[in-house]
């Protein structure tokens, strides 16, 4: 019978990573019985995938290319569905199927963070599965025993401060030579949780990301 530790190990050959695990209700998609919410090993992703044909081939969507082509190929090795965050409209509940798993939690700043990758951590997809896994017992929360609470202050134009994220305000700021930062290596904000500085994720990822979420104002 199939366990988790092998598909773990189909993941880590590709340089993923299980975050978190849940049984859905209602299943989704139907005759599902295990949802595996899967995201980047760091640090050692990012290489992996900036190897890949995807990446050299200079079209457009590399990394959600390169998803759809190795997730769909683990999931149907276990008679599974790949599911992405993409998907839709309607969009696939992955936030709250993070918080269900009880591995990601809600941070101060209401970005999910994990105790793996702080608030770098993210959801490159999931896969749904006909099998009854046995998932590891939920960890408690990296923010819990966090004093300085750092990613409330950190964002050079405030933008988490009021509760809600100011996303204008945080695009007019990375148009400015002063965002290069953020452009460059990451969201202060994000780069500033304890748990995050433990993930080793490469900054040429976070810039990686940083463009394709500038880019789609």
Request: net charge neutral.
């Amino acid at each position: 019978m199939t366990g988790l530790a092998e598909i773990e190990a189909a993941l880590a050959s590709e340089r993923l990573v299980m975050l978190g695990g849940l049984a859905p209700t209602p299943p989704h998609p139907p005759a599902t019985r295990s949802l595996l919410l899967v995201g980047p090993d760091n640090p050692r992703f990012w290489p992996h995938f900036t190897a890949s044909r995807e990446y050299a081939d200079n079209q457009p969507d590399p990394l959600d290319r390169w998803s759809k082509r190795v997730f769909g190929a683990v999931a149907g090795t276990f008679g599974g569905t790949a599911i992405f965050p993409s998907d839709g409209p309607p969009y696939p509940p992955f936030y709250a199927w993070a918080l269900q798993s009880g591995t990601f939690f809600v941070s101060p700043i209401s970005l999910l963070v994990h105790p793996r990758d702080g608030l770098m951590c993210s959801l490159r997809g999931a896969l749904a599965l006909p099998l009854a896994l046995d998932f590891p017992d939920p960890v408690p929360s990296p923010c819990n025993g966090c004093e300085t609470r750092p990613c409330l202050s950190t964002c050079p134009v405030g933008a988490f401060e009021t509760g809600q994220y100011a996303v204008t305000a945080c695009h007019n700021h990375l148009d400015t030579p002063a965002g290069s930062d953020c452009m460059g290596t990451g969201c202060a904000a994000r780069r500033a949780c304890p748990a995050s500085q433990r993930s080793g994720r490469n900054p040429a990822q976070s810039a990686f990301h940083m463009r394709a979420f500038h880019g789609k104002r």
